[in-house]
């Protein structure tokens, strides 16, 4: 069966330093794979999409996220945190190579940046 | 560019109560979804549509209609509201996955609903 784990349901870290949300998924098919930020109030914005191309996809904001075939992971990092990056991120899995029917999103990990 | 709207953005209801939210989209997208979120849940999938006049159930589709009549529009329906079914609601849409789309799903800001 498919599924999205995130690891850290909230991570804390200080302003300048290096953020890093933890993602795990298990897939029977090749994954598409994405990270959607949501902000206080608002609806969910794409990051970045990984679809078998790069294994290390760059995305908006300064944010990157490696797939890695062996340990069946895509974490999401950024060398330096800022303020503004305080929200709720969400690790996202489409089965079945990518119909749009079949998303199953991990259930989020809400990042605090500390000045 | 107004990309995903959703009204209302919020209502309160009584239980046994019906409503409907209204979600349009102007980005000519085949694909729309109903989404709602809880805390500590994520998001979790009621229906979804592939295409005008057609729709599917997702994960949680029990207490909800929807309908499709035109591409632009995606109707979700609770036809005798439960305090269950207290939530943010999203609706995405987006165009299938291919060589001139990502398969990006784009969402509404949200519907916050809640039955007393």
């Known amino acids: 069966a498919q599924s999205v784990t995130q690891l850290d349901s909230h991570v804390s870290v200080s302003e300048g330093t290096p953020v890093l949300l933890r993602c795990n998924y298990s897939?029977?098919?090749?994954?598409?794979l994405f990270w959607y930020v949501q902000h206080p109030n608002k609806g969910l914005q794409l990051l970045l999409k990984y679809t078998s191309a790069a294994t290390l996809v760059k995305g908006i904001n300064g944010f990157e996220a490696e797939f890695k075939k062996s340990e069946t992971s895509f974490h999401l990092t950024k060398p330096s945190a800022h303020m503004s990056d305080a929200a709720e991120y969400f690790c996202?899995?489409?089965?079945?190579?990518?119909?749009?029917?079949?998303?199953?999103f991990g259930k989020g990990t809400k990042l605090s940046v500390k000045p | 560019n107004a990309g995903v709207t959703q009204t209302p953005k919020f209502r309160v209801l009584k239980t046994g109560q019906s409503m409907t939210l209204l979600c349009a989209q102007d980005m000519n997208h085949e694909y729309m979804y109903w989404y709602r979120q809880d805390p500590g849940m994520g998001l979790r999938l009621i229906h979804y549509?592939?295409?005008?006049?057609?729709?599917a159930k997702g994960e949680v589709p029990d207490g909800y209609n929807v309908s499709r009549l035109k591409k632009q529009n995606f109707l979700l329906g609770l036809e005798s509201a439960a305090p269950s079914q207290t939530s943010v609601y999203f609706c995405?849409?987006?165009?299938?996955?291919?060589?001139?789309?990502?398969?990006?799903?784009?969402f509404g800001e949200g519907s916050r609903l809640t039955v007393l």
């Open positions: 549509s592939v295409g005008e006049g057609t729709t």
């Open positions: 995405a849409s987006s165009s299938p996955a291919g060589t001139s789309s990502t398969g990006e799903l784009f």
């Open positions: 996202v899995v489409s089965i079945y190579g990518g119909s749009q029917g079949n998303l199953i």
């Open positions: 897939s029977s098919y090749s994954p598409s």
